[in-house]
C-alpha cells in the first residue's frame, strides 16, 4: 500500500514592536504553497492586531490573515472563498495559495512587546 505523505513546512518567529507598539516583519524565505494554518503566540504582549498578506499586497481581499485584539495564543485557519468560472462566489472555502513572500504587520501591541507567529504550508 502506497501512503503520500505531505511535508508540513513552518516558518516564523518572533518579532518585537517599536515605541507605538507596531511592528512589520516580511520573510525571508519565498512560501510556495498552500498556507494551512498561522500561530499567534503573545510573549510580553497582552493584546495584539495581526495581518498577514502577500508582500507587496495590501487590499483587504488580499489578506490572508487579520485578527484583532488577540488576547491569548490561537492558531488560525485561513480560508477564501471559492469562485466559479463566471466569477460568482460558492459557498465552499479552500486554503490560499502563495508564491512569494509575506508580510507579517502587528499593531496595537504596546511598545517594546513580543510575539512570535508561525506561519504553515504545504
Known amino acids: 500500500?502506497?501512503?503520500?505523505?505531505v511535508k508540513i513546512e513552518n516558518f516564523g518567529g518572533t518579532i518585537t514592536t517599536n515605541a507605538s507598539g507596531n511592528a512589520t516583519a516580511t520573510s525571508?524565505?519565498?512560501v510556495n504553497g498552500r498556507i494551512?494554518?498561522?500561530?499567534?503566540?503573545?510573549?510580553?504582549?497582552?493584546?495584539?492586531?495581526?495581518?498577514?498578506?502577500?508582500?507587496?499586497?495590501?487590499d483587504t481581499n488580499?489578506?490572508?490573515?487579520?485578527v484583532t485584539g488577540v488576547s491569548s495564543t490561537t492558531t488560525y485557519y485561513p480560508r477564501i472563498q471559492v469562485h466559479k468560472a463566471d466569477g460568482t462566489q460558492v459557498s465552499t472555502y479552500t486554503?490560499?495559495?502563495?508564491n512569494g513572500h509575506l508580510t507579517l504587520?502587528?499593531?496595537?501591541?504596546?511598545?517594546?512587546?513580543?510575539?512570535?507567529v508561525t506561519i504553515y504550508y504545504v
Open 62 to 66: 488580499s489578506l490572508i490573515l487579520n
Open 95 to 98: 486554503e490560499f495559495i502563495v
Open 36 to 58: 494551512e494554518a498561522i500561530r499567534v503566540e503573545l510573549g510580553t504582549a497582552t493584546s495584539a492586531d495581526v495581518q498577514v498578506n502577500p508582500t507587496g499586497l495590501t
Open 1 to 5: 500500500m502506497n501512503v503520500n505523505r
Open 105 to 116: 504587520t502587528v499593531s496595537n501591541a504596546g511598545a517594546n512587546k513580543t510575539l512570535k
Open 28 to 30: 525571508y524565505l519565498k
